[in-house]
Each structure stands twice: as C-alpha cells, then as structure tokens.
C-alpha cells in the first residue's frame, strides 16, 4: 500500500525521469524554440524568424499570419486577453483554426497559463525567501512516510522511485504475458477537436498508470493507432518512453479484428441496449478513445455495427441513480479502473465507485441543499419565487434547476 | 472513502465560488476607479495612469489608452473623451495600435450623435492611411473599428474597401454590414446598397434598425409622388419576406409611422393562431404551400441528409435501408405517417393510461376520415404486452426499424417520398433534423412543409387526448395584393410555461393595408 501511495505521487516524476537520449536531442530542439519564450513582448527580428519558419516562403500563408499577428497586438493593446508570449506551436495552432471566436478562445486560455504560470513563479519565490528564513521543514507526504539520511535513522532499505517505477512495468509485463487482453480503439481521431485529442491523450496516460498499479493489470492493446497524429504526438509527450521497446504496452496500427478473433471481441458503448450482466474472463473488451464533448453522435455504435461485433454497455442504471442532465459515458480511465476492479471481485457496486460522483443524483441533491444551509437569504428567495408559482411552473423550475447545475461542480 | 468525497465535493464548489468572488471584487477596482474618476471635471491624465497602474487588475501599462477610451465610450462621457483624445494626440509620442482603436470607437460614437469637428475627420482619414501604409493588410478588429468611423464621416468608397479586408481573417459582423448600407443609401448610391445587401444576406447576417430607417429615409428623400413612394416600400418589404426576416420593434414602428403618414392603415397587431386571422384587418394570412420544384429539392436531399449523413452506420444499417426503400415503394402512398413512439409517450405521466391506447385512438381518428395511415416505430414495440397492440398492427401499414436506429429520420422521410401531400404526426419539432439540412434555403423549405403538414398529439388529465392540426397559414412576412403582414420581435420574453409547439411568436404583427377607399379601388381593379 504505503508503495502505490508513494508511486502516485511521484508518478509524474518517474515519467520524465526515464528520458532515452534521442528524446533528450528532440528536447533540444524544442528549447531552442522555447527560448521566445520570455516575458516581455517578442522583438521584431524574432518574430521575422517565426514567420520564415512557419511559411517558408507562402505568401498567402504569411500574409495571414501577420495579420492575426496584428489581431493578437490589437487585443493585447485594447485589454482583451491576449498573451504577452506565445511561441512557434501557438503560433502554428492559430493559422490552424478557422473563425474568430475559436482564436480568442485559444488566446484566452493562452492568456490564462500564463497568467497562472507568472503567479506559480511568484509563489515559488516567495516561499523559497520564507524558507530560507526558516528552519528546514521535512518534507512528508503521509504520516507514516519513512524519512531517509544522514540524521534519521531507519531499519529498511531506502525503495526509490525507479525501483517502484520497475515494480510496476514488470507487473505490466507480466500481464502482457498472461492477463487478460484489452483494447483501446484510438481510430476516433478525426472526429475530435485538438482540444478533445488532447484530452484523450492525458486520459490514456492515466489509463496506463491505472492499470499497471493494479493487482491484476489488463494487457493493453492501443489499435488503430495513428502515428503521426496529434494523439500520439501529446502522448509521446506524457510519457516520452512509450515508444522503446522494452516498454510494457502494445501499440498496434492495424485495426482489433487483424489482431483478436471477431466472435471473442466485446464493444463497450453507452449507445447500445444490451448490458453487461457479468464479467466474461474469455472475452477481450474494447473501448473507444474518444472524448465527446462537441460531437455527440453514437460513433462507437455505429463502429461495432459496421465491424458486426458484439456491444455492450455498463447496468449504470441497475446500480446507480443517475443525475438528470448527466451523460452517460465515461472516461476510458474511469471504464478501465472499473473493468479492472470487476475482473477481480465480480462486484459491480464495488467497482462502480470509480464513477465521478457529480454524475450521481445524491451529489446534485447534497450540492443544492448544502448550498441553501450556507445561504439563508438563498432559501428565503428561493421559498419565495417557490409561492408564487403555480403547480406545473414548479414542476418546470425543480426539473431546470437540476438541469442547469450539471456538470458545475 | 465515499461519503467524505460526497460531503467534500459540494463545499468544495462553495469554497471556488468565493473565491472566484473575491478574485473579480480585485479585478473591477481599477475600472471603478477609472469610472468615478472621469466623472469629475480635472484631468491630471498622468496621475490617473499611475494610480491605476498601481492596483491590481488586468490594465497595465499596454492596454491602459485602449481600455480608459473604451470605458469612455461606453460610458457615453464624451466631452472627456475628446479631453482624453486632444492630450493624446498632443503629447508627441507615437500612437498606438490600442490608442487609435481607441479613438476611432470615440468618434464613431460620437459622431452618431453630433457631427465632426474638421480635426477629427482628418484623424481618421489620416489613420486609414497611416495603418494602411504601415501594415498592408488590417486585422478584423482594427479594420471594423475603422469601417464604424468612416462610415460616420461618409466614406463609404473607403469603407467597403476595409470590408474586403475583414473577409481575410474572419466574418463581418451585423452591425459593420448595416452601418455600411444605411452610409450607401444616405449617399444616394442605390444600387450599390442593394449589391452589398445581397452579400450581407448570402452571408447570414440580417438586417438591421439602420438599414431599414437609412432606406426609408433614401426613399422619402428623393421621391415625392406617394404611389411612387408606396412602391419602394414595397421593395424593402419584398426582401423581408424572401428572406423570411423577422424584423425588430423600432423597424417596426418605423414602418407604421410611414405607412400613416401616408394616409394607409398600419397597426401592430396579433395573429390567430387557429385559422391565421389577423386581429386589425380581419383578412386571413395565406397559406403559402411548396412549390413542385421545393418540394422535389427537398425530396432529392433527404433520404441521403436524415438516414444517410456522414456515416450510415451511425443511424441504422445498409440491410435495414434496403428493406425501408423497398416497404415505401411498395407501399406508398400515404395520407399519414405516425411517429409511433412520439405519440405513444404523448401520455406517459398521466397514469391509468396504456400507451397503445393512445395510439389506436389516433389511428382511429384518421381511419375515420378515410386517410391512409403508415406506422413508423422500433422493433421494440411489438412486444408490447395486451390486445391493443395487435389491432394497432391490424389498421395501419408499419415498419419497425432496430432497436439501435434512429426512427426519426425514417418516418419524416417516409412522409417525403410518399408525395407532397403527406402529413405527419409527432410532438417533436424536429430541429435537429432541419439543422442536418446543412442548407438554409432548404430548411426554410423544410420548415414550411413541417408547419403545413405536421399534427401534434398532447395528452392532458383533463381535456384527454388533443390532437392539433397543422397551421392552415404560413407564419411568414406575405402580401396579399397592396396589403402587408410583417412580424416583429420585442425584447420581451416569451413564458417559459408556455408550450414550444414550433409556431413562431404570433402576438407581434405589423398590419399595413390601405386606407379603405383604397381596398375599394383594389376590387374594382381585380
């Protein structure tokens, strides 16, 4: 237990800390574009760099990045959120993205990291200035965390993190051999926006750390992978080992039916009306990477009717009262803790409290009442509009106010 | 581990919600500061910047000119504003990007209200050129602010030549579009204003109070004859109603004052709902049914927008389509298409009623009156329990598509290809479907044959089934001869009780018909 803890909280840590030396020369290369990165606004002949690179010599291309150059000085000058520096990927992602309100809202969140980045850093200083003022503080994460030094005294042989990092992988490994095969269907890419590609990478990264902590990983299998896409270029970036050989998960570019037999394959989708009663220790799942916030459309459905293989979704509803206005699929690194917990105790209340609770209708009921405890003058506005409502507009207003709250917390 | 995830969730919010109140308390400091310093009547423009600099808040040393011309402008104090733009403009320093937006917005706004001063106007001449010159192309920003501004000392040549600029790296917006126009008709150029109307219109953007006032205006100018002038109206309101425009509250008067000063009736009225009947002239509005070739381009496209779309997988499947084509062309045509499961859960939370109940008694209502009736629905409803099932089965055509396909995009295209005189019958308004259409002269076709043929069926405790024809008229800006219905909006909002049944507000009309000696002369000419 005390080394899972440890492992989660240096599981970003031990990511960057396995650096194979060619993405050290590609880290390079990505400082040297980095170095705009400054806090002052760009200078002339910086910014003439950025504009050869990005356009090498297309008129119409450079043509349009100055203006949007203009555009993002105008919104700096008339108090818009802009970014005071962006470097040559933003710069990239911006002539990428077609109306007006797409850019202002990628420099707004540009503006934002920035912002947020500034205040770490001022922070950062301040602390180290009240630290150097003060006696050294032994840093612990928990309690019963054993310090280890010249000063303090211990019985046990000091587990780092690398040794944890390789205890993990070989249990990984281990499942590559013998456990159970699952697949996560990464063909949904281009039915994702970057922001949503984006997402769906960091979800994977978590999926991986999920499922190799646990007692009895799944073997993971990534199919239809793309390998010069955005998804595979973010994760890369999340874990910049993944493509060594050594390391514990299977990539394939081929689709799941040149890899598995059709009639062991499983298609978890939140679309179709069969549930899934029991765990099938024969059967090899599948879920789709894909994060649906802007395209709703029953995609993995129609993928498992196109391929003629089985679907089948959660019994969420047998288990769990669920939140109007709360949808019901789910991350791939919440699907995959689930299955995992199912795979080894066959309980389905047990494994199903991996799913977020504000989903659920006790969190929404708990959040309004705890709100209206707190706010007096909320309950007696609330009780008042509440009178002067006729019967059915009440109706209405409960099921609206359930409604608008989702998703908030 | 759960219930303190409960407990903490909620609170958690609570806590992000302070603070996110006091985050914004800190950030409003420097712009009420700015507000209640430029209500007073001395200046010391160095001492407020420094002051404002001093706090914290997003204004900083950059964006200080842009943001205080802003608030300026905004706050409509426009002699301090020019106090603003003379110390600006006389302190040497080169202006910049966020100073010259700045002051363009000013003497946009206001020159609305008063007229220019010689100095200004050749401001903003100079800064056309000037940011021309230096930049070669504008961003959409300056490029709008610059059109507001030329457009108020009459350069319209300019202006559509920094519209062109905008189109580079994004959409003209509304207002830009109707400032232009109403300039071009002010400057008696209208054939160029009807061009750029046309691009405002294939651009979705509508028209605006300028516009509408700049053309009658245009009109009441340069023509005295009131025949004459009655037939120009009619041409702006020609456009409203090809266009299908709702028009605003002050166009609307506008209208009504115009049409009474020129001796005709003009009322701002409502309409019945039940037979179109509007409450001022009594006349009824038409019906305004699909042309052959409408209906047929709707034909064409829908099987391949509603079924088909980007992925037939995603809806249903190649067998079943196969197996629909096949039913429809066997078994067209029809009077009736039902929405099976729409109806049938018309009464789902009144109790003690089955759901195949309702649907026969629809059934029986059309059966009665010798229409065709088709039954479109999911497997799933054939295992329905009780007798009412099978008869249903009995008096109607049905297809059942899969329990995992969609069956709205099959029963509205099954009433399409039955014929142009297929109605259907489902409480759904459909407007996913029409936004699917991807096309907006098809959906404004698509939404004419929906108010022409859809019925709705609502079930109450008391009242029991109703069932709610079409509408016997087109909720659409027509003419019928000299007499013109236009609806309008008001800022107003509708009550959210109210049921959405898809009909457009019908309580806010323009009624204009001559006077009545008028419609007298207008029978005997017909």
């Known amino acids: 237990m005390h080394c899972i803890r440890l492992f989660t909280s240096h599981l970003l840590k031990t990511h960057t800390k396995i650096v194979p030396l060619q993405n050290v020369i590609k880290y390079n290369t990505n400082l040297k574009l980095n170095q705009y990165r400054s806090y002052v606004s760009q200078q002339e002949d910086e910014m003439e760099n950025m504009i050869d690179s990005l356009c090498k010599g297309d008129e119409e291309l450079e043509k349009k990045l100055r203006i949007l150059m203009l555009e993002v000085e105008v919104m700096r000058q008339d108090g818009r959120c802009a970014p005071n520096s962006m470097n040559i990927r933003h710069w990239q ?5 077609t109306s007006r309100h797409q850019r202002s809202k990628y420099l707004t969140y540009l503006f934002k990291t920035e912002k947020s980045k500034e205040n770490e850093k001022a922070k950062k200083e301040a602390r180290r ?60 890419e281009e039915h994702m926006v970057w922001r949503e590609t984006i997402n769906a990478a960091k979800q994977m990264t978590l999926v991986f750390g999920d499922n190799r902590m646990h007692k ?45 037999p059709k009639d062991k394959l499983v298609y978890l989708t939140p679309h179709c009306r069969q549930e899934l009663t ?51 699929n789910l991350n791939i690194n919440h699907m995959v803790p ?72 | 581990m759960i219930p303190v995830n409960l407990y903490l969730r909620p609170s958690l919010r609570l806590i992000k919600q302070v603070s996110l109140a006091t985050a914004s308390r800190n950030a409003l400091d420097q712009v009420s500061y700015i507000k209640s310093v430029i209500g007073k009547n001395e200046y010391n423009w160095l001492n407020i910047k420094n002051n404002v600099l001093s706090m914290q808040g997003t204004i900083n040393e950059k964006n200080f000119e842009g943001v205080l011309l802003r608030i300026i402008t905004s706050s409509k104090k426009f002699d301090v504003g020019l106090a603003f733009a003379s110390h600006l403009l006389n302190s040497n320093e080169e202006l910049s990007l966020g100073s010259i937006n700045g002051l363009l917005g000013l003497y946009y706004s206001f020159g609305k209200e008063t007229k220019l001063k010689e100095e200004e106007k050749k401001f903003i001449l100079d800064s056309y050129e000037k940011l021309y010159d230096k930049y070669k192309s504008l961003d959409f920003s300056t490029c709008e602010k610059l059109l507001h501004a030329l457009c108020v000392i009459n350069e319209w040549e300019k202006a559509l030549k920094v519209l062109d600029d905008i189109l580079l790296s994004s959409e003209p917006t509304h207002s830009a579009y109707n400032i ?65 425009f709702v028009i605003d509250l002050n166009t609307a008067i506008k209208f009504k004052d115009v049409y009474t000063t020129l001796g005709w009736n003009a009322n701002l009225t409502r309409i019945k709902k039940h037979d179109g009947q509007c409450m001022s ?47 429809i062309e066997h078994n067209a045509p029809f009077d009736v298409v039902l929405d099976g499961l729409n109806i049938a859960y018309a ?180």
């Open chain 1, 93 to 97: 992602h911006l002539l990428d993205l």
């Open chain 1, 129 to 188: 200035k009240e630290m150097e003022s003060s006696k050294p503080v032994i840093n612990k994460d928990f309690p019963d965390d054993l310090s280890y030094g010249l000063t303090h005294q211990s019985l046990f042989v000091r587990i780092r993190d690398q040794s944890i990092n390789n205890f993990d992988n070989y249990r990984a490994l281990q499942a590559m051999m013998y456990g159970q095969s699952i697949i996560i269907d990464c063909s949904y």
């Open chain 1, 216 to 260: 009895d990983p799944f073997n993971i299998h990534m199919c239809n992978v793309n390998l010069d896409g955005q998804f595979m270029e973010q994760l890369i970036r999340n874990i910049p080992s993944i493509d060594e050989p050594w390391f514990p998960m299977n990539i394939h570019t081929k689709s799941y039916l040149d890899v598995f």
């Open chain 1, 278 to 328: 029991k765990f099938d220790h024969d059967a090899v799942y599948i879920i789709g990477c894909m994060v649906d916030k802007v395209n709703n459309e029953p995609l993995s459905l129609a993928k498992a009717k196109k391929d003629g293989i089985k679907m089948a979704k959660l019994p969420l509803d047998r288990y769990l009262e669920w939140a109007p206005g709360s949808k019901k």
């Open chain 1, 338 to 409: 689930i299955l995992l917990d199912l795979k080894l105790t066959g309980d389905w209340e047990y494994s199903l409290r991996h799913i977020p609770r504000r989903k659920l209708m006790e969190t929404k009921i708990l959040a309004m009442q705890n709100k209206i405890k707190k706010n007096p003058l909320l309950k007696q506005t609330i009780m008042k509009q509440f009178k002067s409502l006729s019967l059915k507009e009440k109706k209405i207003n409960s099921r609206r106010s359930l409604y608008d709250d989702s998703d908030s917390i």
């Open chain 2, 180 to 244: 232009l126009i109403a300039t071009i008709f002010n400057n008696n150029k209208k054939d160029k204003a009807l061009q750029l109307i046309q691009r405002c219109i294939s651009n979705k953007r509508s028209l605006r109070f300028e516009a509408y006032e700049a053309w009658i205006s245009y009109i009441l100018r340069n023509y005295k004859n009131r025949k004459v002038i009655i037939k120009h109206l009619n041409e702006i309101c020609l456009i409203i109603s090809s266009n299908c």
């Open chain 2, 281 to 327: 002239c009594k006349n009824t509005l038409d019906l305004l049914s699909l042309s052959k070739d409408e209906f047929n381009s709707l034909k064409e496209v829908i099987q391949d927008k509603l079924i088909v779309g980007s992925d037939l997988f995603l809806k249903t499947s190649p067998t079943e389509l196969r197996t629909f084509l096949k039913f």
């Open chain 2, 347 to 526: 009464a789902n939370n009144v109790p003690g009623i089955e759901k195949v109940t309702v649907l026969n008694n629809v059934v029986d209502y059309f059966r009665s009156r010798n229409k065709k009736v088709l039954l479109l629905s999911r497997k799933h409803m054939r295992q329905w329990r009780g007798k009412g099932i099978e008869k249903l089965l009995h008096n109607t055509c049905n297809f059942f598509t899969d329990n995992v396909s969609q069956d709205d995009p099959y029963f509205i295209t099954a009433a399409i290809m039955s014929g142009s005189h297929t109605d259907i019958v489902s409480k759904d308004l459909l407007r996913g479907h029409t936004f699917l259409l991807k096309n907006e002269k098809l959906s404004r076709i698509f939404r004419r044959w929906q108010w022409q043929h859809q019925w709705m069926i609502y079930f109450k405790k008391r009242s029991g089934l109703i069932i709610q024809p079409p509408l016997t008229f087109t909720p659409c800006a027509q003419n019928k001869g000299d007499m013109w219905h236009l609806p309008y909006e008001t800022d107003e909002e509708q009550t959210p009780s109210q049921i959405n049944d898809g009909i457009p507000d019908l309580s806010n009309w323009l009624c204009i018909q001559p006077k009545l000696i008028d419609v007298d002369l207008f029978k005997e000419y017909k």
